[in-house]
């Protein structure tokens, strides 16, 4: 039989055939639960190749390494299926063994391998995608969408949410108006694809354009902020930081109750919860004890998941300097080193960002701006290597500033604030930051 695009699989089963749809339609809507329909489908035909390989790759989507090893074991339970299946069920179960080892860059290469030859997998598009995004690599998060679109159209299942990754890559690689232009393509089709509902709100947030995106997100509410959508709680997140941007805390905070505090289980939602606290932190909010359930949460996974995915490392360092939890943070320097010191594609992440970022925010929050700013201002440029987008690394800049700052550098943090205000006029949140350096006394030695 042949799915919605076109591309034959091997079932003939119609039921599980309808149940394998259902699963990648929840997967790009991020709506309700991809994995159940796959199970289904796995139910109705053993044999079908493509259910398994597609529930591995949906759960190495979470970047956890819980969820690394539920892939391998999907993988394995379904070798014999897999083993008879079609070439690109292979390769796609064969993508998805390399991201679960470990071996990201192999798998986003088998990835792209496949769509040279079936451009319309839309499983292969969307996991390139977000692999790109966990990489940092601004380049292919455009390109991987660029080199397929020309084979889609309007027509093809699933057109409008392919549209609008490449708004996400456009806008990552700071081509701001096609971005825009892309994004709002994809939402007069599909006004749920809460990916595109991102990517505008990522190009409003880097141009300053702050009330636009809060009236953007406020009025797009109903379409991305459903029970059941596994994306309202970061662009929640956004919404708070345009908050933040107007200087109104309390609204920010309020989010941050409604939308992240029972969202600490998951590290996708957990790396939102500690970055908005630590911001707010930075501009002297009182953010209560939110910031002991946060590191909670990351010390409860610390034995299984330090050392897997350094983003998610230095957010635990955050957490855990913020509150102070010293064997927690001796721990996971001992994680970091170690990661460091492994193959695969995490090791160079922890070794050129990871170690440098966290070893920073760790000296910020112990008095120690001088090393807190050297460590960053070492790595920042290059932060991209261990993933995130520009909004999300921006939280090295605001602590780099802020570390200069409370260290008597006037001119160094007035010299990283500068970028801030030419790339945001019109944002508030770079004139407070402005005004809190001017008003610093200098030391001597940097007068």
């Not at 897999?82 to 860059?105: H, Y």
């Not at 905070?253 to 919860?273: F, H, N």
């Not at 001992?334 to 922890?350: F, I, Q, R």
């Not at 966290?358 to 000296?363: H, K, L, N, Q, R």
Request: charged letters at 25%.
């Amino acid at each position: 039989m042949k799915d919605a695009r076109g591309l034959t699989v091997s079932t003939s089963n119609a039921l599980a055939l309808d149940a394998f749809e259902a699963s990648l339609r929840a997967m790009r809507s991020y709506r309700g639960d991809p994995l159940a329909p796959l199970d289904d489908a796995i139910a109705m035909s053993p044999g079908f190749a493509a259910a398994y390989a597609v529930k591995a790759l949906a759960l190495m989507t979470l970047f956890e390494r819980r969820f690394a090893k539920d892939a391998l074991a999907v993988l394995d339970s379904g070798a014999a299926a897999i083993a008879k299946g079609l070439p690109r069920e292979r390769a796609l179960a064969q993508a998805a063994r390399f991201l679960a080892e470990g071996v990201w860059d192999r798998g986003a290469h088998a990835l792209d391998r496949i769509l040279v030859d079936h451009p319309t997998d839309i499983v292969a598009v969307q996991v390139g995608h977000l692999v790109d995004f966990v990489r940092g690599d601004s380049a292919n998060l455009r390109n991987r969408i660029s080199r397929v679109l020309p084979h889609w159209s309007s027509s093809t299942p699933g057109y409008s949410f392919v549209v609008g990754m490449h708004a996400f890559g456009l806008e990552e690689c700071n081509q701001y108006p096609e971005a825009e232009h892309a994004a709002r393509r994809a939402l007069a089709a599909a006004p749920e694809d809460c990916w595109a509902t991102h990517a505008l709100t990522h190009v409003l947030e880097m141009q300053g354009r702050v009330e636009e995106g809060m009236n953007f997100l406020q009025s797009t509410r109903d379409d991305w902020a459903a029970p059941d959508n596994g994306f309202a709680f970061h662009n929640g997140w956004h919404l708070a930081l345009f908050h933040m941007d107007r200087g109104d805390f309390p609204a920010a905070l309020e989010i941050y109750d409604q939308a992240l505090t029972g969202a600490l289980g998951m590290a996708m939602s957990r790396l939102d919860a500690t970055a908005l606290l630590w911001r707010l932190e930075l501009e002297g909010a009182d953010v209560g004890n939110r910031f002991e359930a946060v590191a909670d949460a990351w010390q409860g996974d610390l034995e299984a998941e330090g050392g897997f995915y350094a983003f998610n490392d230095f957010h635990a360092a955050l957490a855990f300097s913020a509150t102070g939890r010293t064997a927690a943070i001796g721990r996971l320097r001992e994680k970091l080193a170690a990661s460091a010191c492994e193959s695969g594609s995490n090791a160079e992440m922890a070794r050129t960002v990871g170690i440098d970022v966290s070893e920073a925010v760790i000296a910020f929050r112990e008095h120690r701006h001088v090393e807190a700013v050297e460590r960053l201002v070492a790595v920042r440029d290059g932060a991209w290597r261990f993933g995130g987008s520009h909004a999300q690394r921006d939280i090295l800049t605001l602590t780099l500033i802020e570390a200069a700052r409370r260290g008597g550098d006037k001119r160094l943090a007035a010299h990283y604030a500068n970028e801030r205000r030419m790339h945001k006029p019109r944002s508030e949140w770079g004139l407070r930051i402005a005004r809190r350096i001017e008003a610093t006394e200098a030391l001597p030695e940097a007068a």
